[in-house]
């Protein structure tokens, strides 16, 4: 299994932008579909954005499309999430996990599909 690391994280005003890293180590990063979740205080862990092996498939949460972004860089084991136009409901700790199998097959918006999982970066988006 690979292990995983969020960074990124901080405060930033409504309006702004932050950019989340995962650094991944263990074998076979690239073998591996990747997702970002989110849980805010009292809520439950939601699904946030996922990507296949090889970063041509992406999928963003339709609370977030048209402002958060995925993308990795399999040569760096880095898988990111572009945040702008943050708004103070992306407050959240926001995970990043490993999923095996490389597509984005049915089931990859479930967190329980995954099996690897950082300790999560908090995001907090003052008003």
């Known amino acids: 299994q690979v292990q995983l690391v969020e960074s990124g994280g901080g405060l930033v005003q409504a309006g702004g932008s932050l950019r989340l890293s995962c650094a991944a180590s263990g074998p076979n990063f690239s073998s591996y579909s990747m997702g970002w979740f989110r849980r805010a205080p009292g809520n439950e862990r939601e699904f946030v954005a996922g990507i296949n092996w090889s970063g041509d498939s992406t999928y963003v949460a339709t609370s977030v499309r048209g402002r958060f972004d995925i993308s990795r860089d399999n040569a760096k084991n880095i898988v990111a999430l572009q945040m702008d136009s943050l708004k103070p409901e992306d407050t959240a700790v926001y995970y990043c996990?490993?999923?095996?199998?490389?597509?984005?097959?049915?089931?990859?918006?479930?967190?329980?599909?995954?099996?690897?999982w950082g300790r999560g970066t908090q995001v907090t988006v003052s008003s």
């Open positions: 996990a490993a999923r095996s199998g490389g597509q984005l097959t049915i089931g990859f918006i479930n967190s329980r599909e995954y099996e690897s």
